[in-house]
């Protein structure tokens, strides 16, 4: 049987507009988006962002922030959100080069940053600030990576819009009362120390589906 030219050509134009909705649709559910709760991992230590409500001892007095080698605490569960008066759309892929805040589940304070001395490194102090997720200015952090969007399997860094530092971890531990865990602060140039890749948790769709990678 010869086959119509024009309902093969139809018929392969719709095939090709299939597959690249099913693309599309797999590169979405691939990235980081608005409103996604999870774990950041530092690649280069092993430990993931974590926080409590323990202040430090010296510099602002605000709420610790640190790294953590136990995947499974609950108070390293951070949700992405948009800067402060340019809210992000809930399920949105976040940009590369994007202003985000990161807001730590537990105690709804942003990670922040400011001019003063880590405790250990004599780095620059990262704290977590503000309350129910409202702070300032200086808790807005740009994702710098290397294609379009945030992808979850991808290592980035976080660069911080008021000072120009990256998150960073260098290895140096606390003693008590938070004893084994890891110093995490802001350092001027961009290196080994400042990846960090998203691991365990609930990433928010377009569609309003979770999307459940890990955990919860």
């Not at 999870?38 to 993931?48: F, G, I, P, Q, S």
């Not at 860094?157 to 009362?177: A, C, I, N, W």
């Not at 004893?179 to 609930?202: D, T």
Request: glycine letters at 10%; hydrophobic letters at 30%; aromatic letters at 6%.
């Amino acid at each position: 049987m010869e086959l119509n030219p024009g309902v093969v050509l139809r018929f392969l134009s719709l095939l090709l507009c299939v597959l690249c909705r099913c693309e599309s649709r797999e590169s979405e559910h691939n990235t980081v988006t608005c409103g996604s709760l999870l774990k950041l991992l530092n690649t280069r230590h092993n430990v993931r962002l974590h926080s409590h409500d323990v202040k430090y001892g010296s510099g602002s007095g605000q709420q610790s922030v640190t790294g953590v080698e136990n995947a499974d605490d609950a108070n390293s569960y951070w949700q992405i959100r948009g800067r402060p008066n340019r809210p992000c759309q809930r399920g949105v892929a976040i940009k590369c080069g994007e202003g985000i805040r990161i807001t730590h589940m537990k105690t709804g304070r942003n990670l922040h940053t400011h001019h003063f001395s880590s405790p250990l490194s004599n780095n620059q102090e990262v704290s977590a600030f503000g309350e129910n997720g409202e702070g300032d200015d200086l808790d807005v952090w740009s994702v710098q990576c290397d294609g379009i969007h945030w992808e979850r399997d991808d290592a980035v860094r976080f660069k911080h819009v008021g000072t120009d530092v990256f998150l960073s971890v260098t290895g140096e531990q606390y003693g008590h009362p938070i004893r084994g865990q890891r110093e995490v602060h802001g350092m001027s140039s961009p290196g080994p120390h400042n990846w960090w890749r998203a691991m365990e948790g609930v990433f928010i769709q377009p569609s309003q589906e979770l999307l459940r990678h890990d955990e919860l």
